[in-house]
Protein backbone atom coordinates (compact mmCIF):
# COMPACT_ATOMS: atom_id res chain seq x y z
CA UNK A 1 0.00 0.00 0.00
CA UNK A 2 1.03 3.54 0.02
CA UNK A 3 -0.82 6.47 1.07
CA UNK A 4 -2.88 9.41 -1.05
CA UNK A 5 -4.66 12.52 0.09
CA UNK A 6 -7.94 13.90 -0.32
CA UNK A 7 -9.81 17.06 0.57
CA UNK A 8 -12.97 18.38 -0.23
CA UNK A 9 -15.23 21.39 0.58
CA UNK A 10 -18.29 19.09 1.91
CA UNK A 11 -18.29 15.29 2.58
CA UNK A 12 -19.56 14.32 -0.27
CA UNK A 13 -17.35 15.93 -2.71
CA UNK A 14 -13.48 15.16 -3.15
CA UNK A 15 -10.66 15.48 -5.31
CA UNK A 16 -7.70 13.57 -5.07
CA UNK A 17 -3.82 15.03 -5.24
CA UNK A 18 -1.76 14.01 -8.31
CA UNK A 19 1.06 16.19 -7.58
CA UNK A 20 2.47 19.29 -7.39
CA UNK A 21 -0.77 21.62 -7.77
CA UNK A 22 -3.11 19.12 -9.49
CA UNK A 23 -6.32 17.05 -8.02
CA UNK A 24 -8.07 14.95 -9.87
CA UNK A 25 -12.32 15.13 -9.31
CA UNK A 26 -12.91 12.60 -11.86
CA UNK A 27 -11.81 9.61 -9.72
CA UNK A 28 -9.58 8.13 -11.87
CA UNK A 29 -6.73 6.41 -10.03
CA UNK A 30 -3.79 5.85 -12.01
CA UNK A 31 -3.63 9.93 -12.09
CA UNK A 32 -3.30 9.57 -8.58
CA UNK A 33 0.40 10.50 -6.61
CA UNK A 34 0.98 8.82 -2.86
CA UNK A 35 2.31 11.45 -0.24
CA UNK A 36 4.12 8.62 1.39
CA UNK A 37 5.65 5.36 -0.10
CA UNK A 38 7.80 2.53 1.16
CA UNK A 39 11.62 3.53 1.48
CA UNK A 40 14.39 0.96 1.83
CA UNK A 41 14.72 -0.11 5.63
CA UNK A 42 14.01 -2.85 6.92
CA UNK A 43 11.20 -2.00 8.65
CA UNK A 44 9.75 -0.29 6.08
CA UNK A 45 10.21 -1.59 2.48
CA UNK A 46 6.97 -3.62 1.31
CA UNK A 47 3.97 -1.35 3.04
CA UNK A 48 2.49 2.06 4.12
CA UNK A 49 -0.78 2.33 5.18
CA UNK A 50 -3.76 2.78 7.64
CA UNK A 51 -3.13 6.52 8.08
CA UNK A 52 -4.66 8.44 11.34
CA UNK A 53 -4.24 12.22 11.16
CA UNK A 54 -4.40 15.18 13.54
CA UNK A 55 -4.32 18.65 12.64
CA UNK A 56 -2.71 20.53 15.56
CA UNK A 57 -1.15 24.40 16.24
CA UNK A 58 -1.06 24.82 11.94
CA UNK A 59 0.75 21.38 11.73
CA UNK A 60 -0.55 17.77 10.39
CA UNK A 61 0.51 14.55 12.11
CA UNK A 62 0.30 11.11 11.25
CA UNK A 63 0.99 7.44 12.47
CA UNK A 64 0.83 4.83 9.57
CA UNK A 65 1.38 1.52 9.47
CA UNK A 66 4.58 -0.31 8.10
CA UNK A 67 5.82 -2.99 6.97
CA UNK A 68 9.59 -4.31 6.04
CA UNK A 69 11.25 -7.47 5.36
CA UNK A 70 14.17 -8.20 7.79
CA UNK A 71 16.36 -11.25 6.07
CA UNK A 72 18.71 -13.42 8.90
CA UNK A 73 19.93 -16.72 8.78
CA UNK A 74 18.07 -17.59 5.49
CA UNK A 75 15.00 -16.76 6.62
CA UNK A 76 12.83 -13.53 5.98
CA UNK A 77 11.05 -12.08 8.74
CA UNK A 78 7.79 -9.81 8.35
CA UNK A 79 8.35 -6.86 10.23
CA UNK A 80 5.56 -4.76 11.32
CA UNK A 81 5.36 -1.76 13.41
CA UNK A 82 4.05 1.92 13.48
CA UNK A 83 5.69 5.30 12.17
CA UNK A 84 5.04 8.64 12.59
CA UNK A 85 5.24 11.52 9.92
CA UNK A 86 4.43 15.12 10.19
CA UNK A 87 3.74 17.95 7.17
CA UNK A 88 1.82 18.28 4.17
CA UNK A 89 4.67 17.67 2.57
CA UNK A 90 5.22 14.86 4.89
CA UNK A 91 8.51 14.03 6.55
CA UNK A 92 8.57 9.87 8.03
CA UNK A 93 9.56 9.74 11.57
CA UNK A 94 13.83 8.00 11.50
CA UNK A 95 12.38 4.76 13.04
CA UNK A 96 9.30 3.21 14.56
CA UNK A 97 7.43 4.94 16.96
CA UNK A 98 6.02 2.04 18.39
CA UNK A 99 7.17 -1.35 18.22
CA UNK A 100 6.50 -4.91 19.91
CA UNK A 101 9.89 -5.48 21.71
CA UNK A 102 10.49 -8.90 20.32
CA UNK A 103 9.64 -8.47 16.47
CA UNK A 104 12.82 -8.94 15.33
CA UNK A 105 13.13 -11.93 17.30
CA UNK A 106 9.63 -13.46 17.16
CA UNK A 107 7.97 -11.49 13.59
CA UNK A 108 6.50 -13.31 11.33
CA UNK A 109 8.51 -15.62 9.13
CA UNK A 110 7.16 -15.47 5.78
CA UNK A 111 5.63 -18.83 4.68
CA UNK A 112 5.78 -20.17 8.15
CA UNK A 113 2.77 -21.34 9.84
CA UNK A 114 4.17 -21.01 13.52
CA UNK A 115 3.35 -17.41 14.62
CA UNK A 116 4.56 -14.97 17.09
CA UNK A 117 3.78 -15.31 20.59
CA UNK A 118 2.14 -11.83 20.16
CA UNK A 119 2.57 -8.47 18.41
CA UNK A 120 2.51 -7.28 15.23
CA UNK A 121 1.34 -3.34 15.81
CA UNK A 122 -0.06 -1.75 13.28
CA UNK A 123 -3.44 0.30 12.22
CA UNK A 124 -3.04 3.24 14.79
CA UNK A 125 -6.22 6.02 16.12
CA UNK A 126 -3.87 8.80 17.37
CA UNK A 127 -5.73 11.68 18.92
CA UNK A 128 -4.43 15.02 20.56
CA UNK A 129 -6.51 14.96 24.16
CA UNK A 130 -6.31 18.86 25.54
CA UNK A 131 -7.81 17.53 28.79
CA UNK A 132 -4.64 15.89 29.48
CA UNK A 133 -2.42 17.68 26.94
CA UNK A 134 -1.02 14.84 25.61
CA UNK A 135 -0.79 12.61 22.63
CA UNK A 136 -2.71 9.11 22.91
CA UNK A 137 -2.64 6.53 20.15
CA UNK A 138 -5.06 3.06 20.33
CA UNK A 139 -3.83 0.47 17.58
CA UNK A 140 -4.86 -3.31 16.87
CA UNK A 141 -1.94 -6.11 16.92
CA UNK A 142 -1.58 -10.15 16.53
CA UNK A 143 -3.07 -11.76 20.25
CA UNK A 144 -3.53 -15.84 19.99
CA UNK A 145 -7.11 -16.40 20.48
CA UNK A 146 -8.78 -13.47 18.84
CA UNK A 147 -9.00 -11.88 15.04
CA UNK A 148 -7.18 -8.90 16.46
CA UNK A 149 -7.09 -6.68 19.37
CA UNK A 150 -6.74 -3.62 20.59
CA UNK A 151 -3.34 -1.78 22.26
CA UNK A 152 -2.86 1.36 24.02
CA UNK A 153 -0.31 3.80 24.12
CA UNK A 154 0.58 7.52 25.56
CA UNK A 155 3.20 9.70 24.78
CA UNK A 156 4.55 11.98 27.59
CA UNK A 157 7.49 12.80 25.68
CA UNK A 158 8.13 9.70 23.66
CA UNK A 159 5.50 6.96 23.24
CA UNK A 160 4.40 4.60 26.21
CA UNK A 161 2.94 1.27 25.78
CA UNK A 162 0.40 0.83 28.19
CA UNK A 163 -1.92 -2.12 27.03
CA UNK A 164 -0.93 -4.64 24.16
CA UNK A 165 0.04 -8.13 24.69
CA UNK A 166 -1.72 -10.40 27.08
CA UNK A 167 -3.64 -7.20 28.51
CA UNK A 168 -5.71 -5.49 25.39
CA UNK A 169 -8.39 -3.00 25.88
CA UNK A 170 -10.44 -4.87 23.65
CA UNK A 171 -10.47 -8.07 22.26
CA UNK A 172 -11.53 -9.04 18.81
CA UNK A 173 -11.16 -5.15 17.60
CA UNK A 174 -9.02 -4.80 14.22
CA UNK A 175 -8.82 -1.21 12.58
CA UNK A 176 -9.85 0.57 15.86
CA UNK A 177 -11.09 4.54 15.46
CA UNK A 178 -11.03 6.41 18.69
CA UNK A 179 -12.79 9.96 18.76
CA UNK A 180 -13.22 11.96 22.16
CA UNK A 181 -16.05 14.03 22.37
CA UNK A 182 -17.32 16.14 25.98
CA UNK A 183 -15.15 14.28 27.98
CA UNK A 184 -16.19 10.78 26.64
CA UNK A 185 -14.31 8.42 24.22
CA UNK A 186 -16.01 6.30 21.21
CA UNK A 187 -14.46 3.32 19.49
CA UNK A 188 -15.25 1.95 16.51
CA UNK A 189 -13.70 -1.24 14.50
CA UNK A 190 -14.49 -3.50 11.92
CA UNK A 191 -15.22 -6.31 14.51
CA UNK A 192 -15.65 -9.66 13.19
CA UNK A 193 -18.72 -12.21 13.01
CA UNK A 194 -21.51 -10.65 12.27
CA UNK A 195 -22.56 -13.86 10.24
CA UNK A 196 -21.55 -14.29 6.87
CA UNK A 197 -20.00 -17.54 5.94
CA UNK A 198 -17.49 -15.80 3.69
CA UNK A 199 -14.40 -16.12 5.79
CA UNK A 200 -12.81 -13.47 8.54
CA UNK A 201 -12.15 -11.18 5.92
CA UNK A 202 -15.55 -10.99 4.75
CA UNK A 203 -17.17 -11.35 8.10
CA UNK A 204 -16.96 -8.15 9.72
CA UNK A 205 -19.19 -5.28 10.93
CA UNK A 206 -19.28 -1.68 12.43
CA UNK A 207 -19.18 -2.00 15.80
CA UNK A 208 -19.11 1.08 18.40
CA UNK A 209 -17.68 1.06 21.95
CA UNK A 210 -17.60 3.85 24.90
CA UNK A 211 -15.24 4.80 27.52
CA UNK A 212 -15.00 7.64 30.33
CA UNK A 213 -11.44 7.26 30.99
CA UNK A 214 -10.42 5.68 27.42
CA UNK A 215 -9.33 2.09 28.81
CA UNK A 216 -12.32 0.44 30.33
CA UNK A 217 -14.78 0.19 27.03
CA UNK A 218 -18.33 -0.81 26.91
CA UNK A 219 -19.51 -2.30 23.57
CA UNK A 220 -22.72 -0.60 22.99
CA UNK A 221 -24.18 -1.43 19.37
CA UNK A 222 -23.22 -2.22 15.93
CA UNK A 223 -24.17 -1.46 12.23
CA UNK A 224 -24.53 -4.60 10.09
CA UNK A 225 -23.74 -4.68 6.53
CA UNK A 226 -26.50 -3.21 4.17
CA UNK A 227 -25.51 -6.64 2.11
CA UNK A 228 -25.36 -9.37 4.89
CA UNK A 229 -23.22 -11.31 2.32
CA UNK A 230 -20.21 -9.34 2.84
CA UNK A 231 -18.82 -7.00 5.73
CA UNK A 232 -18.29 -3.53 5.86
CA UNK A 233 -14.43 -2.54 6.65
CA UNK A 234 -12.01 0.48 7.92
CA UNK A 235 -13.89 3.09 10.19
CA UNK A 236 -12.73 6.68 10.27
CA UNK A 237 -14.67 9.32 11.81
CA UNK A 238 -15.38 13.04 11.87
CA UNK A 239 -16.62 15.70 14.23
CA UNK A 240 -18.05 19.06 12.87
CA UNK A 241 -19.88 21.36 14.24
CA UNK A 242 -23.15 23.06 12.89
CA UNK A 243 -25.48 25.57 14.15
CA UNK A 244 -24.02 24.77 18.05
CA UNK A 245 -24.89 21.44 17.09
CA UNK A 246 -21.97 18.62 17.44
CA UNK A 247 -22.37 15.53 14.75
CA UNK A 248 -20.58 12.68 14.60
CA UNK A 249 -19.99 11.40 11.00
CA UNK A 250 -18.58 7.36 10.38
CA UNK A 251 -17.27 6.76 7.33
CA UNK A 252 -16.51 3.30 6.36
CA UNK A 253 -15.78 0.76 3.51
Not at 150 to 170: F, K, R, S
Not at 197 to 206: T, V
Request: net charge negative; with cysteine; aromatic share 16%.
Amino acid sequence: DSIYHARGKSLTEWEVWCGDDAWDTTMTPSLWKPVLRRAETNYDSVHNGDPSVVYKDGTYYMAFSAVGFDNRDGVTYIINNIMGADGVHWTKSSAPILIWEKEYEEGWAAGEASPPSTGGYHRPSIIWDEEENKWKMWFDYYLPGTFLSMGYAVNNGDWQLIHAEQTPQLKDWPNPEVVKINGKYYAFSDAPNFGTSLGPQNDRQIVMAVSDNGWDWRVVGRMLPEDKTYGTHLPQTFVQEENGELFLYVFYS
